[in-house]
């Protein structure tokens, strides 16, 4: 029989400075929970995001909001760790989005390895 290769438990995800010196290093824990977490949060997330939208008077306080968002699939204090790298909320949600492709398209790519290693 072949080896079973072990795939890895969590996702890295490291912040860098203009020189590529580390800045931070988060992680996203792959467990089943996690990733269906994960998975939900989006239609929350558009959902939401039609609220605001349909209710301009709606008062939202962004960075509550987006901590909760993070810290929901990166782990407590996530959110403030991103913002004190830069000290704005607003570039701190943008790298949560790029974050969180990231980890989607991370999720798919391994879906596919896993399928394609299975008939390998």
Request: glycine share 4%; aromatic share 10%; with cysteine.
């Amino acid at each position: 029989m072949r080896p079973i290769k072990v795939r890895p438990t969590v996702i890295n995800i490291p912040f860098v400075d203009e020189q590529g010196n580390e800045l931070l290093v988060l992680y996203f824990d792959r467990s089943d929970e996690n990733v269906n977490n994960f998975k939900n949060i989006i239609p929350k997330l558009e959902e939401k995001i039609k609220e605001i939208d349909e209710n301009p008077e709606f008062d939202i306080d962004e960075k509550e909001f987006m901590t909760e968002l993070t810290d929901s699939f990166l782990g407590a204090g996530a959110f403030e760790q991103i913002c004190s790298i830069n000290n704005s909320v607003f570039t701190a949600s943008k790298y949560v989005f790029q974050i969180a492709i990231g980890i989607k398209e991370e999720i798919e790519e391994e879906d596919k390895r896993a399928v394609f290693d299975k008939y390998k």
